[in-house]
């Protein structure tokens, strides 16, 4: 939740869920590099604060593809845990404002990410996944309410947790 310039006026950002897909290719036995991408995730933005009683303010869709470094534990083994530390570039777009809220831009925003997840064999081809990010997305809010223009930071920084199958090739 972020100050509008309005006092006490504040947002946040609903949860939101998508379909995501990670492609990694080990550039060695230990060593991954991971390219996440998802369908666009929607948020409702909603007046907290001394706003709160408007509800749903707005809303955007976002795409935050993610690139990782990965290292993997038991690079061998059938149970391969691993760590990954990476940047995430998040566009945002398809952002609308609700009544009394005229318009509302978001930024795109350049962060940080980290992972951890473990690979579990299925067999020698196929294999299920199941991982977790932390993602440093922070934007700049400008919203026109009336006839005020205001400008604020907001934090969005989801948890994304994701399970799936996967192959080698």
């Known amino acids: 939740m972020n100050n509008l310039g309005i006092s006490d006026a504040k947002v946040s950002v609903g949860n939101a869920w998508s379909a995501g897909l990670t492609l990694a290719y080990m550039a060695t036995e230990n060593i991954g590099i991971e390219l996440v ?3 666009p995730f929607t948020h409702n933005i909603k007046g907290d604060g001394s706003i ?3 509800g749903k303010i707005g809303d955007t869709k976002q795409l935050p593809p993610t690139l990782l470094a990965q290292y993997y534990f038991f690079p061998k083994g059938p149970v391969r845990p691993y760590l ?6 998040t566009i945002f777009f398809d952002t609308n404002g609700n009544y009394p809220v005229k318009s509302i831009d978001l930024s795109n925003s350049w962060g940080w990410a980290g992972e ?5 064999d299925l067999n020698k081809d196929w294999f299920v996944n199941v991982s977790g990010w932390y993602m440093d997305i ?3 809010v400008k919203a026109e309410v009336g006839n005020t223009t205001t400008k604020s930071h907001l934090n969005i920084d989801p948890f994304v947790l994701m399970f799936a199958i996967g192959t080698h090739f």
């Open 116 to 120: 951890v997840g473990v690979d579990v």
């Open 52 to 54: 709160s009683g408007l």
């Open 138 to 140: 922070d934007t700049r």
């Open 37 to 39: 991408g998802a369908y």
């Open 84 to 89: 990954g530390a990476g940047i995430n570039y």
